[in-house]
T-cell receptor, first 119, second 114 residues
Framework: GAVVSQHPSWVICKSGTSVKIECRSL??????MFWYRQFPKQSLMLMAT?????????EQGVEKDKFLINHASLTLSTLTVTSAHPEDSSFYIC?????FGTGLYNEQFFGPGTRLTVL | AQSVTQLGSHVSVSEGALVLLRCNYS??????LFWYVQYPNQGLQLLLK??????LVKGINGFEAEFKKSETSFHLTKPSAHMSDAAEYFC????????????FGQGTELSVKP
């Protein structure tokens, strides 16, 4: 149990286009999902916290108009990179926090990541 | 505020040798602590977690970690390294009152020599 999927697993796009990445919790409900960005050989940087039915909370320095997050249901959050540029190329990882569960309340389950390359 | 420091960005051990990856944390409240492993181009997999129960935590793949409050440490160990353990390892801290937000360390790349 507690599987999180991401789609697509990799995407190549032209500069100036928008890209949508989906994050789904397959076998549990997640009121909270998180989006991270990871550059090569670096740690994960939290971009935003996505709460079902409300606006996302962005970390300092993350442009909310560039990285649009929607959490429309308890199993789906999307990240849209708008007007992508080469510097947005990165590995984007989502995670989902389980709604209930003894001992699992504070555990995040991670998706496999999406490799974005902007040409 | 919470923070995590992993000592050593790269650790190399021989197959069969002890693995020790160091993690120190800073937290103003009793923390939850986690170790994750990441293989190339993949997401993170939870190895083990400390959530204020037993201080010695056993995880998957033979890994364990000990929470030492006096040393603010949560080092990861494995008695005998396997080639398949070669990966990136991340220590993370979360404050129970911050909605599950995780703060990650810089990561330690583990290499295992035959």
């Amino acid at each position: 149990g507690a599987v999180v999927s991401q789609h697509p697993s990799w995407v190549i796009c032209k500069s100036g286009t928008s890209v949508k990445i989906e994050c789904r919790s397959l076998d549990f409900q997640a009121t909270t999902m998180f989006w991270y960005r990871q550059f090569p050989k670096q740690s994960l940087m939290l971009m935003a916290t996505s709460n079902e039915g409300s606006k996302a909370t962005y970390e300092q320095g993350v442009e909310k108009d560039k990285f649009l997050i929607n959490h429309a249901s308890l199993t789906l959050s999307t990240l849209t990179v708008t007007s992508a540029h080469p510097e947005d190329s990165s590995f984007y990882i989502c995670s989902a926090r389980r709604l209930f569960g003894t001992g699992l309340y504070n555990e995040q389950f991670f998706g496999p990541g999406t490799r974005l390359t902007v040409l | 505020a919470q923070s995590v420091t992993q000592l050593g960005s790269h650790v190399s051990v021989s197959e069969g040798a002890l693995v020790l990856l160091r993690c120190n944390y800073s937290s103003s409240v009793p923390p939850y602590l986690f170790w994750y492993v990441q293989y190339p181009n993949q997401g993170l997999q939870l190895l083990l977690k400390y959530t204020s129960a037993a201080t010695l935590v056993k995880g998957i793949n033979g890994f364990e970690a000990e929470f030492k409050k006096s040393e603010t440490s949560f080092h990861l160990t494995k008695p005998s390294a396997h080639m398949s353990d070669a990966a990136e390892y991340f220590c993370a801290v979360s404050a129970p009152d911050q909605g599950g937000k995780l703060i990650f360390g810089q990561g330690t790349e583990l290499s295992v020599k035959p």
